[in-house]
């Protein structure tokens, strides 16, 4: 290719089915598209950067999990379908594609769920619902990354010299019966087998995956010191504030 092109930013993973028509398409569109794009790459010898934005649902959820993750942990519960599952065999082919290319530098971003007015997710739909349900018994830590934080990751990850998987969330963190009365709505405490059965509801637009599920019961907090302290990248807006600027516009809509 004479196209010149020194930097590739890959953000082409989506989360929902619902954005590709299904879960095959949506498959295709994160597996095998990746898979194109890194051999699109390979054979283009100006690549010199590779910046991929992942997500940290590659760590996973459980009751075993640490009280933070670093991006050396090793998921003690690895997923096992959808948006996680998609996520994991991406960052897997990302490695790949470095040992075929060891001359390109590539930065790997981990984003906790990322939000703000501009953002339609299975996320904001579940906080948007009328009624919120939470898993009866947990009230788990979330962490999150307001919209223009991950523009702003990304272009810092493009434009550094350095290389690596970066954990990228706002600071601190909200259980999820805060981020509910944040919304200024009331937690609805639901057995786990009764949120299971809501993925049957595809209509109300919230994602109710066993991956969710399990995010929603458990948790997820990330330690961000390497961004910090490699990249020089720090979030703008503390998690607190990157839910609230979310839960401003919603109120006001």
Known sequence: MASGVDTVIHMGVISTPRQAG?????????????????????RTPSVRSLVVKSTS???????????????????????????????????????????RRPDVRIVTLRFAN???????????????????????????RLQFTHEDDSLAAVRVAAVSEHAG?????????????QAIRHMGKLPVPTPRLALDALRQVGSIGADFSSEQIRFLTYGRVLDTSAARDTLGFTCEYSTVQAFDDFARWARSG
Not at 29 to 37: A, D, K, P, S, Y
Not at 120 to 127: D, E, L
Request: charge should be negative; include cysteine; charged fraction near 20%.
């Open 57 to 99: 649902m590659v760590y996973g959820s459980g009751p075993k999990d640490p009280a933070m993750f670093t991006e050396d942990t090793e998921p003690r519960h690895q997923p096992v379908s959808g948006w996680a599952k998609d996520s994991v065999e991406v960052e897997a082919y990302v490695r790949g594609f470095g040992r």
């Open 22 to 42: 299904g879960r095959m398409e949506m498959k295709d569109i994160n597996v095998i598209g990746t898979m194109q794009l890194l051999a699109a790459c390979q």
């Open 165 to 177: 998987t970066f954990n990228i969330a706002g600071d601190g963190v909200i259980t999820v019966t």
């Open 114 to 140: 990322i939000i703000g007015p501009g953002m339609r997710t299975g996320m904001t739909a579940y906080f948007r619902l009328p009624v919120v349900p939470t898993v009866a018994g947990f009230d788990p």
